[in-house]
């Protein structure tokens, strides 16, 4: 296992640029890291265990694993990522990271869990742009010189809580784009407490993405407030978003 409470943790080159990524359960609570930060490694798990409590995050946050330019299929049982603090300037993302350059990937799991309880989290993002918005499924990006589908992320059940005050937006499936394709068979969000700017059942695609859900359950419960709510997902004009329950 490993914890990170100081310090800063840079990357840089080629080399080095997906950031942090190890087997065996994280927790942070202090310190900087300066790229991206993810729950497991790049290859298949039974389960990753990422928890958040302080520091700062230059870029993305992954409770599932990061696969790049897999030639088998990449599986992962359980995914669990819990932000309780800290500060995060691009995405949080409940699920695993999927990216092809030269080779179709593929990648499958079983169920995404993401909570958020408390964390600052910077926003941009409006109604036809998703900013540095919460994806609970995960996070797919294929490759543009192609017009066939060469990344795709298979989902079983995505869960979403949210008990804090999030100014953006919260999806229920994933963030998908050039030529990928993600497709969640279940998407839940809760939101228990705090106020959440927008819900979306869906996903989020862009530039050839299609990113599809099957079923979709929004709850706010309690004196939660959420300033609206979309049972679909959000798109640029090239990609699609479906949702089929």
């Known amino acids: ?15 080095y640029s997906y950031g942090i990524n190890v087997d065996g359960d994280i927790t942070v609570t202090g310190g900087e890291i300066a790229k991206h930060l993810y729950g497991g490694g790049k290859v298949s798990a039974e389960s990753t265990e990422l928890t958040v409590e302080g520091g700062t995050v230059g870029q993305d946050v992954y409770g599932g694993l990061l696969i790049k330019n897999a030639t088998e299929t990449i599986s992962l049982g359980e995914s669990n990522l819990t932000v309780s603090g800290g500060t995060f300037n691009q995405y949080v993302v409940g699920g695993s990271r999927v990216t092809a350059a030269d080779t179709t990937t593929t ?35 294929g490759f543009d010189n192609t017009a066939a589908v060469n990344a795709q992320y298979q989902v079983a059940e995505s869960y979403v809580t949210v008990a804090t005050d999030i100014t953006g937006a919260v999806y229920g499936g994933a963030f998908v784009s050039k030529f990928g394709l993600a497709q969640v ?23 050839n993405g299609i990113s599809n859900v099957g079923d979709v359950n929004i709850l706010i419960e ?24």
């Open 1 to 15: 296992d490993v914890t990170i409470n100081g310090g800063k943790i840079s990357t840089s080159g080629k080399n």
């Open 107 to 141: 990648h499958t799991a079983g169920k995404v869990n993401l909570t958020l309880t408390g964390g600052d989290f910077a926003f941009a993002g409006t109604n036809t742009d998703p900013g540095a918005s919460i994806f609970g499924a995960g996070y797919v990006q």
């Open 185 to 207: 068979d279940k998407a839940n969000i809760t939101v228990s407490s705090g106020s959440v700017d927008r819900v979306f059942g869906g996903g989020w695609a862009q530039t």
């Open 222 to 245: 309690n004196s939660a407030k959420v300033g609206t709510i979309y049972v679909g997902g959000g798109n640029d004009i090239s990609g699609a978003t479906n949702v089929t329950g």
